[in-house]
């Protein structure tokens, strides 16, 4: 029979084992809802570019193009549940959004012969999401994109390019696309977003291993690349005074190319050939934190 002690830490840890666990396990914290208290999407409706007029332009998604289809994710929905699991023909794939950090990123969850279903464990490391797979049961780090307790501990999911632009961007760009329906099965404000004014102000909800330097605001947003164990982040404040729609620039490496889309506030990477890859846009702090030895872009490197 467990101690007091030892009940009150599992129900504090939302009743996940990390006996296993490849981080500090003092690290890993309640984000104050229980295990499903963020409800994921598993079934997810959707609809027509045309029948969403309840979104406005200026509203942010996360788009992804798989097996030639092309499905819209907006934030205002994913501010509630943080995850919808998905699938695109034979492509099982896990949509995950988390308000702490700002980072939108989408996983093929396709492990061996089975698909994995993701729930919102409700506990965080270093402010950011930790996901669960209902197979096993196994914790999954949302930024570092593998399991870090449970039976799949060290398991790395594949990551698939995804955009965070504007819904009238995205809906320029694929007018036979579809969207996320607002009918999802619970009862949410989709009107408003619950974390209010915070992506706006210095302040963090929880502590992080690795503060960034102050050259940006914490919550300034980023889109950072690894190539060959090597990371660089491009500040979207150095994006806007570079003044290009694209450059190439190197990183581990590989020659890469960044777009720069001014009028959406949009980011994105493509690879020697042209083909988009994935690459992780969120706040300052959180990729900081994540990767302290990253090169920063300066606006000036440009024509170096």
């Known amino acids: 029979m467990l101690s007091l002690a030892e009940s009150l830490l599992a129900a ?3 009743g996940f084992d990390l006996d296993n666990a490849t981080i500090p396990q ?16 598993s079934y997810p409706e959707f609809e027509a570019v ?4 309840w979104l406005r332009d200026s509203d942010r998604v996360l788009g992804v193009e798989i097996n030639g289809e092309a499905r819209a994710y907006p934030v205002r929905i994913l501010d509630w549940h943080e995850i919808v699991n998905d699938r695109l023909g034979d492509q099982y794939f ?9 980072t939108g990123m989408v996983f093929a969850s396709n492990v061996g012969d089975e698909a994995l279903s993701f729930g919102v464990s409700g506990l965080l490391y270093n402010s950011d999401m930790l996901l669960y797979d209902r197979n096993t049961e196994s914790l999954w780090s949302q930024i570092m994109g593998e399991a870090i307790a449970g039976p799949l501990v060290g398991t790395e999911l594949p990551q698939l390019p995804v955009t965070y632009t504007t819904w009238s961007r995205w809906r320029e760009r694929h007018p036979q696309g579809e969207v996320l329906s ?9 009107r408003r977003g619950p974390y209010g004014n915070y992506a706006e102000t210095s302040r963090l909800m929880f502590d992080v291993s690795h503060r960034p330097p102050r050259d940006y605001h914490p919550k300034e947003y980023v889109i950072g690349v690894e190539s060959n164990d090597q990371y660089k982040a491009y500040p979207f404040q150095e994006l806007r005074d570079q003044g290009l729609a694209s450059f190439t620039d190197e990183v581990g490496g590989e020659l890469i190319t ?4 001014e009028g959406a506030e949009s980011a994105t990477v493509l690879d020697s050939t042209g083909r988009q890859i994935p690459a992780i846009t969120g706040f300052w702090f959180a990729w900081y934190t994540f990767h302290p030895e990253t090169d920063v872009f300066k606006h000036d490197e440009v024509g170096q």
Do not use: F, H, K, M
């Open 182 to 190: 607002r009918t999802t099965g619970y009862n949410r404000d989709y």
């Open 50 to 53: 045309q029948e969403a007029d």
């Open 258 to 261: 960044i777009t720069w889309d």
């Open 94 to 102: 896990a949509v995950t959004y988390c308000p702490l950090c700002g």
């Open 12 to 14: 504090s840890l939302n």
């Open 26 to 41: 003092d690290e890993i914290v309640s984000g104050g809802p229980p295990r499903d208290g963020i409800p994921a999407l």
